[in-house]
């Protein structure tokens, strides 16, 4: 289970980010107190424009960013105390962190199986079942600096996996990726559910988070505005729904910011 205590946090900016974002405030507020429970067996969706937090809030969970207050908990572990516990609970994917391109995905996938202290056999078990479901087989020897977009997200895929681990957070897993191989990764993220993996992803595809999300969180600002299950953020909103609803409380939150 993942479990989000009053998540703050808070930027400091240089001179230059300054200028470029025309404020003289040295402080960048990106999450402004989230709670929230991602448990087994679902899959909960953060939905949000960019620039809302949501990658700043998976960063935080998955130990890459120490929160500026707030606690966050992985499967039990602190992930300020306890990070290489958490580190070794989650898989964590985002598009800003690449394979390295000289190398190929066969390579890479055995290299991480090493680093989490998996034996030969195990990787090897964990190679065929990945490999096949994501087609990897026809291209595992290419470097990844060969490979279409789609090729290297599904490597990167295959590779955060390796290890089999409670816990999965992607952000953004399907962004720039065709028709089918979005679907694959979808259909994915399903059996990982339906395996009583936790399961926590970014997007801001709204009928992505309709069809795929057993839960969605709605942040806008930094600030968690709305959740639930999609019928539940439907009735709240008194929409047909997820990108009508998404809209009002984008608009009940700008007017509310604007007016404060």
């Known amino acids: 289970m993942i479990k989000i205590n009053n998540l703050v946090k808070v930027y400091k900016l240089s001179a230059r980010k300054m200028q470029e974002l025309k404020t003289k405030n040295p402080e960048k507020i990106a999450v402004k107190g989230v709670t929230l429970e991602a448990k087994p067996g679902e899959i909960?969706?953060?939905?949000?424009?960019?620039?809302?937090?949501?990658?700043?809030?998976?960063?935080?969970?998955?130990?890459?960013?120490?929160?500026?207050?707030?606690?966050i908990q992985v499967c039990g572990f602190d992930t300020v105390k306890e990070g290489e516990k958490v580190r070794n609970s989650i898989a964590f994917l985002t598009n800003e962190i690449k394979l390295d391109p000289n190398f190929s995905a066969d390579y890479m996938f055995t290299f991480f199986g090493r680093l989490h202290g998996m034996t030969n056999e195990q990787i090897e078990t964990r190679r065929n079942e990945l490999f096949n479901y994501f087609g990897i087989n026809a291209f595992k020897d290419k470097k990844i600096e060969e490979l279409s977009t789609g090729m290297k997200q599904k490597a990167a895929i295959a590779v955060s996996l390796v290890h089999d681990p409670e816990v999965v957070i992607f952000d953004e897993p399907t962004s720039g990726l065709d028709v089918i191989t979005a679907k694959s990764v979808t259909d994915y993220l399903r059996k990982l559910r339906d395996d009583g993996k936790v399961v926590i992803v970014s997007t801001h595809i709204m009928s992505e988070a309709e069809k795929l999300c057993d839960k969605i969180g709605v942040i806008i600002s930094g600030q968690k505005v709305c959740e639930g299950s999609l019928a539940d953020i439907l009735e709240t909103t008194g929409t047909d729904d997820l990108e009508d609803a998404f809209f009002k409380l984008y608009s009940q939150y700008s007017a509310e910011e604007s007016a404060g």
Do not use: M
Not at 51 to 67: I, Q, S
């Open 44 to 71: 909960y969706g953060l939905l949000g424009p960019n620039g809302a937090g949501k990658t700043t809030t998976l960063r935080c969970v998955a130990t890459l960013l120490k929160p500026t207050e707030g606690d």
